[in-house]
């Protein structure tokens, strides 16, 4: 009788627990460093007084939003506990969420030098500060000296660019500047642009209405045979981002985004050159899924995309369909990984059948000269198709307080710490099938670009938002087709910061 009564209690208790409902109705936040609470909200953009129907939902949603504060590479620690109230009439628990988390090191001052094949030489005096006022926003300040035009042009230059998100009533705002200033040594003066402006968005439910206003001021001394080089620009923008589907657990989504917007140039007396004559209305929409997550320093998980955009210039009268899709794929061993990317467009007018824009995709593919000369390899194409291919290996993790002590026999200076790094090597491969314009071909492997080399990459361990990256890409198109009538310039060299893709 009693193994009867407890297996009913047992059925009965198992029976109230899973009938028991989650609603989180409140977050607090204790964070360590400079990260705002605003900025970690919206990057968590935690779902408030949705009912979970079961504790495994639940729990299945915090672990996703353990992820996402993972993904946040300012943030060096980060966790999230809750505690409940008692149940209200309909048996739910209202959750209160706490979530701890202390910053990485994410300001770095760095004089290096940087080569890039297609810009020639540099040496960059630069602070990037991945978490800019605590906004979880980057914030760029460099002053360079470059040798550009095959080291005919000795170039000074200085940039400054961030964004800082705010809340302004009802609305999310955020205030966007990016300004720059050159000089070429020898020219009768500077060419600058100073750009500044600012977005509104007001969330609802399953949409979210953006609005989007800047103003630029630009000087480019390539306009100055019309009496253009001094201009100002106008930019007015507005998206609504709809949620089409999301899983009943909220982990995953489907969003479709339309979007409108206007671009005029202008100045005292007029406009004259074609590429800044205008009004331009742009028209299109982007419908987007997926995510990709951390591991360590590797990444798992998928994205894509598909845009469609109309232009209609009111000047030239001129109509530039292009329609665009990506598709980003990464998967993590434990120490190895596999990225890659797809990507394809086209410029084409099904109405008129004929092709009415380009698009450089020398950037895409390494190992590849960016040039618009066709003896050389045109990579400035109305359509191309687009993959890379990385397999990222764990070289080394450095370790100078361990690795001292057992060879000195003696602790190390703590700040030692500070310099351990992650080393990953990574070959790869990309491939560019593309319209030759000269041949009037699509798609033709003979036409094509190869590039294939290796990465190096360094994550210091103590700067998560920070990946130091040095590539050397060969184009390998003239060997493995018969395009041996393109110039041979040798490696493609890059060092800089950040990831490829």
Same mark, same amino acid.
């Given at each position: 009788?009693?193994?009867?009564?407890?297996?009913?209690?047992?059925?009965?208790?198992?029976?109230?627990?899973?009938?028991?409902?989650?609603?989180?109705?409140? +977050?607090?936040?204790?964070?360590?460093?400079?990260?705002?609470?605003?900025?970690?909200?919206? %990057? =968590?953009?935690?779902?408030?007084?949705?009912?979970?129907?079961?504790?495994?939902?639940?729990?299945?949603?915090?672990?996703? =939003?353990?992820?996402?504060?993972?993904?946040?590479?300012?943030? $060096?620690?980060?966790?999230?506990?809750?505690?409940?109230?008692?149940?209200?009439?309909?048996?739910?628990?209202? +959750?209160?969420?706490?979530?701890?988390?202390?910053? /990485?090191?994410?300001?770095? @001052?760095?004089?290096?030098?940087?080569?890039?094949?297609?810009?020639?030489?540099?040496?960059?005096?630069?602070?990037?500060?991945?978490?800019?006022?605590?906004?979880?926003?980057?914030?760029?300040?460099?002053?360079?000296?470059?040798?550009?035009?095959?080291?005919? #042009?000795?170039?000074?230059?200085? !940039?400054?660019?961030?964004?800082?998100?705010?809340?302004?009533?009802?609305? #999310?705002?955020?205030?966007?500047?990016?300004?720059?200033?050159?000089? /070429?040594?020898?020219?009768?003066?500077?060419?600058?642009?100073?750009?500044?402006?600012?977005?509104?968005?007001?969330?609802?439910?399953?949409?979210?209405?953006?609005?989007?206003?800047?103003?630029?001021?630009?000087?480019?001394?390539?306009?100055?045979?019309?009496?253009?080089?001094?201009?100002?620009?106008?930019?007015?923008?507005?998206?609504?981002?709809?949620?089409?589907?999301?899983?009943?657990?909220?982990?995953?989504?489907?969003?479709?985004? @339309?979007?409108?917007?206007?671009?005029?140039?202008?100045?005292?007396?007029?406009?004259?050159?074609?590429?800044?004559?205008?009004?331009?209305?742009?028209?299109?929409?982007?419908?987007?899924?997926?995510?990709?997550?951390?591991?360590?320093?590797?990444?798992?998980? *998928? /994205? !894509?995309?598909?845009? $469609? %955009?109309?232009?209609? %210039?009111?000047?030239?009268?001129?109509?530039?369909?292009?329609?665009?899709?990506?598709?980003?794929?990464?998967?993590?061993?434990?120490?190895?990984? *596999?990225?890659?990317?797809?990507?394809?467009?086209?410029?084409?007018?099904?109405?008129?059948?004929?092709?009415?824009?380009?698009?450089?995709?020398?950037?895409?593919?390494?190992? +590849?000269?960016?040039?618009?000369?066709?003896?050389?390899?045109?990579?400035?194409?109305?359509?191309?198709?687009?993959?890379?291919?990385?397999?990222?290996?764990? *070289?080394?993790?450095?370790?100078?307080?361990?690795?001292?002590?057992?060879?000195?026999?003696?602790?190390?200076?703590?700040?030692?710490?500070?310099? #351990?790094?992650?080393?990953?090597?990574?070959?790869?491969?990309? +491939?560019? =099938?593309?319209?030759?314009?000269?041949?009037?071909?699509?798609?033709?492997?003979? #036409?094509?670009?190869?590039?294939?080399? =290796?990465?190096?990459?360094?994550?210091?361990?103590?700067?998560?938002?920070? $990946?130091?990256?040095?590539?050397? !890409?060969?184009?390998?198109?003239? $060997?493995?087709?018969?395009?041996?009538?393109?110039?041979?310039?040798? @490696?493609?060299?890059?060092?800089?910061?950040?990831?490829?893709?």
């Amino acid at each position: 009788m009693k193994r009867i009564v407890c297996s009913v209690a047992a059925v009965l208790c198992a029976f109230f627990a899973s009938a028991e409902q989650y609603r989180i109705v409140d +977050v607090k936040y204790d964070i360590i460093g400079r990260t705002r609470e605003y900025a970690l909200n919206k %990057n =968590l953009d935690i779902r408030k007084n949705v009912v979970f129907s079961s504790k495994e939902v639940f729990e299945m949603y915090l672990t996703h =939003l353990k992820q996402v504060l993972v993904n946040q590479r300012v943030l $060096q620690e980060s966790e999230i506990t809750y505690t409940t109230a008692e149940a209200d009439e309909n048996g739910t628990l209202p +959750v209160t969420l706490l979530i701890t988390a202390k910053d /990485t090191w994410s300001i770095l @001052p760095l004089p290096y030098p940087k080569y890039n094949s297609n810009d020639g030489f540099s040496f960059k005096l630069k602070v990037k500060d991945f978490n800019f006022w605590g906004s979880m926003e980057p914030l760029d300040f460099e002053i360079v000296f470059s040798q550009e035009n095959e080291g005919n #042009d000795n170039v000074l230059s200085t !940039g400054l660019s961030f964004a800082i998100p705010f809340s302004m009533g009802v609305f #999310d705002a955020k205030w966007e500047t990016d300004s720059s200033l050159s000089y /070429t040594i020898g020219a009768d003066r500077p060419e600058f642009n100073f750009s500044t402006g600012m977005s509104m968005a007001f969330p609802f439910k399953f949409v979210t209405l953006s609005l989007t206003l800047k103003q630029k001021i630009n000087q480019d001394l390539d306009y100055k045979s019309t009496g253009d080089e001094l201009y100002f620009t106008e930019y007015a923008g507005f998206d609504a981002p709809f949620t089409l589907y999301r899983s009943s657990s909220l982990l995953d989504k489907i969003i479709w985004k @339309p979007y409108t917007s206007v671009t005029y140039n202008w100045d005292t007396d007029g406009i004259f050159h074609p590429d800044l004559t205008g009004p331009v209305l742009a028209v299109g929409h982007t419908i987007s899924a997926g995510s990709v997550n951390w591991y360590g320093n590797f990444r798992q998980g *998928i /994205t !894509g995309s598909v845009t $469609q %955009n109309f232009d209609y %210039n009111f000047d030239s009268f001129s109509f530039i369909p292009s329609i665009s899709a990506e598709v980003k794929g990464f998967y993590a061993f434990k120490y190895a990984g *596999i990225a890659s990317r797809l990507y394809a467009y086209t410029y084409y007018d099904v109405f008129d059948k004929k092709y009415t824009g380009t698009k450089n995709i020398g950037s895409r593919i390494r190992g +590849v000269y960016d040039s618009k000369n066709y003896n050389e390899g045109q990579t400035e194409t109305a359509a191309a198709v687009c993959l890379n291919l990385d397999i990222p290996v764990k *070289i080394l993790q450095t370790d100078w307080l361990g690795w001292g002590k057992a060879l000195f026999k003696r602790d190390m200076p703590s700040f030692f710490r500070y310099f #351990d790094f992650e080393l990953q090597f990574a070959p790869f491969i990309d +491939v560019a =099938l593309i319209r030759n314009t000269a041949k009037d071909s699509l798609l033709n492997p003979k #036409d094509g670009f190869i590039g294939t080399g =290796l990465e190096v990459v360094v994550y210091p361990t103590k700067m998560r938002s920070i $990946q130091v990256r040095g590539s050397v !890409g060969f184009d390998v198109s003239r $060997q493995l087709s018969s395009a041996s009538w393109r110039t041979s310039k040798g @490696p493609e060299i890059e060092i800089g910061i950040g990831l490829h893709y």
